[in-house]
């Protein structure tokens, strides 16, 4: 009966209060997922030798660990739209093979990055830089992160699991164990502490995969005790081609949003690196600060995503609109807080990485610029869960498109060209984002008329 009432309060409780139930527990546990980039980014930036190179490394390794990501929460979010819209109309049987299914494409995941990790890195790397010290930082750090990546992306999928049922405190909870594993084991494999050796940029990726690993396994535990209502078995995770079909249906435009942000930041390392080595190492330190306000956005739109899902799935119009309504409120006020923090705390934000010089006044112009931004990047966000929920997955890829490729890569590349003929006009580049997340929001609105047009004006009241 306890699991009941967690599954039936997606239908029941009061669209407001289910929102923060279930969205400050995701917000914490997605702005943990970026203490773990920012606090390997605050030790290795503070390492007695070649600090600021390390630094340099994990900015290029970056890319790949969001890729990661990109596959895992992907394949989640699809996973929890489909579940949750199961639930609700009653079909236990097809959320238990919806279940199993993720698991077996978790394995699929794990396979294709750990086969990168033994045979890509090396390749990506020297894409990257032409510098030998650095290069052999990535290559270091990225081959433990990808062989050992079954942590982050069963904890991908196990997250999602908790969170499509209502059981997003239990989620938190093993994100929040991994993540105080990961800081706990930072500076101690990182510097060498209590007679270890010091690995450097190795501990870090060390640390960072003993953190996901351990948050894994609380969630497979957690998936096991909480989730009654969904049958665990090697029968479930036989794979289906159609429920597979269905989760990417919906979660493909997920990945590709989010792999978007990878390609992104590698292009834009690219771009940044033909004006200098600082520019790629600042903006790298300001791409990680930002995802802790970002992730927050994230994390509101993997609580708007189930509740609207499954009140489509109940056909209820007040309470898909509901969510709606509170789920973009809710994300502009987060945004505005980030956009004070962020505008007050550049400095400080930089210096705790140890930059100075020019290093540190390009991070703090990136900072108090592309800040600007925020609130339309987060009602972008808010508008891509709604849209998935609302079976308009073409309308969240395009929308992932515009604001993290189309009107970024060619705009910062112009900019860039500017600032390498004047010399001190890299702040120009930063403009780019604000120009992209703008253009993009005016679109998403447009999107959203039409679905409230087509989709929500057919449900029931």
Known sequence: MKEKIAMNKLGTMEVRKLMLSMGIPIIFSMM????????????VSNMPDNGEMALNALTLAFPVQMLMVAIGIGTGVGTNALLSKSIGQGDYEKASKIAGNSMFLGIVIFILFLLFGIFGVNIYAGSQTANPEIKDMVVSYLRICCTLSMGIVFFSVFEKLLQATGHSVHSTVAQVTGAVINIILDPILIYGWFGLPALGVSGAAYATVIGQIASALFGFIFHLKQNKEIKNGLKYMKPDLKIIKSIYSIGLPAII????????????NIILGGISESAVTAYGLYYKVQQFILFAAFGLRDAITPIVSFNHGMRSKRRVKAGIKYGISY???????????????????????????????????????????FVFAGVNIAYQGIFQALDGGLESLIISVLRQ???????????????????????????????????????????????NRNVISELED
Do not use: H
């Not at 943990?32 to 030790?43: E, M, P, R």
């Not at 001190?424 to 999107?447: G, K, M, P």
């Open 331 to 373: 994300t502009i006020v987060i945004m505005l807080i980030g956009l004070i923090v962020i505008e007050i705390l550049a400095k400080p934000f930089s210096s705790l990485f140890g930059l100075s010089g020019e290093t540190q006044d390009i991070c703090i112009s990136a900072m108090r610029i592309i800040s600007l931004s």
């Open 405 to 451: 490729f189309l009107f970024v890569l060619p705009v910062a590349w112009g900019f860039s060209q500017l600032a390498r003929q004047s010399g001190d006009r890299i702040w120009t580049v930063w403009l780019t984002f604000i120009i992209a997340e703008t253009l993009s929001c005016i679109v998403a609105t447009v999107f959203m008329r039409r679905i």
């Open 257 to 268: 949003a989010q792999a978007l942000m990878s390609v992104m930041t590698y292009g834009m």
């Open 32 to 43: 943990l997922q970026a203490v773990y980039n920012i606090v390997d980014s605050a030790f």
